[in-house]
């Protein structure tokens, strides 16, 4: 069966600092990957997708960057982190059919 | 674009009790799907159930049923005989079927649904 892991759960950084939020899928090939991010009290804001090996769209202009280095691992950065960056991420992948999205347990994130 | 809307931010119902959340949206496309995604307080996000477009059948996954109406745009969850496990964040989502959409989803901004004993 397919799974996901996302890591750290929680993590707490200066402003300034570099992000590296990691995400892996098992039990699957070439799956559709995405970043979204959730803000306190809010809906799902859809950051970054890939839909293989280095292919990487963006959303919404930010702060932060993604990349897919290998077919099932997916990877959130920031090479300087604002205060607006706070939040709840959540990495997610789906397949053909339905595509509906199976999620990560999140990382939430506070900068201070 | 297409968009989601949840007009109920909150609401509560009484364990054993039925209550329905409500979502409606945006499109002009004629085929799509539609999910409703539970978060509890784990902050993990859990498929609760999904409808294509195309079917007029509402789905329905136990205890929780649609009540799709795609003339009007309207997708509402019901949930029977609840439950404290019911408590959470209920996110409806939407999904383009077309080739490049790449499966994104689009969501509500959330219904958080609470169980009163």
């Known amino acids: 069966s397919q799974t996901i892991h996302q890591w750290p759960a929680t993590l707490v950084q200066p402003v300034g600092s570099p992000l590296s939020l990691e995400c892996t899928v098992e039990?699957?090939?070439?799956?559709?990957l995405y970043w979204y991010r959730q803000a306190a009290g809010r809906g799902l804001q859809l950051l970054f997708y890939s839909v293989g090996i280095g292919q990487i769209s963006s959303e919404v202009p930010q702060n932060l960057s993604a990349s897919r280095p290998q077919d099932r691992q997916f990877i959130l950065s920031s090479k300087k982190l604002l205060l607006s960056d706070s939040g709840f991420y959540l990495c997610?992948?789906?397949?053909?059919?339905?595509?509906?999205?199976?999620f990560g347990q999140g990382t939430r994130l506070t900068v201070v | 674009a297409q968009t989601v809307t949840q007009s109920q931010p909150e609401m509560s119902v009484q364990e054993a009790e039925t209550v329905t959340l409500s979502c409606t949206y945006d499109?002009?496309?004629?085929?799509?799907?539609l999910f409703w995604y539970k978060q509890p307080p784990s902050r993990q996000m859990i498929l609760v159930i999904r409808?294509?477009?195309?079917?007029?059948q509402n789905a329905t996954e136990n205890r929780f049923s649609v009540n799709f109406q795609k003339a009007a745009k309207s997708f509402s969850l019901k949930i029977s005989d609840s439950q404290l496990g019911d408590a959470a964040m209920y996110f409806c989502?939407?999904?383009?079927?077309?080739?490049?959409?790449?499966?994104?989803?689009?969501f509500g901004t959330g219904t958080l649904l609470a169980v009163q004993p």
């Open positions: 989502a939407y999904r383009s079927p077309r080739k490049g959409a790449t499966n994104k989803l689009i």
């Open positions: 997610a992948w789906s397949v053909g059919g339905f595509g509906e999205a199976f």
């Open positions: 409808q294509e477009a195309y079917k007029q």
């Open positions: 499109t002009s496309e004629s085929d799509y799907y």
């Open positions: 039990g699957t090939s070439n799956p559709n």
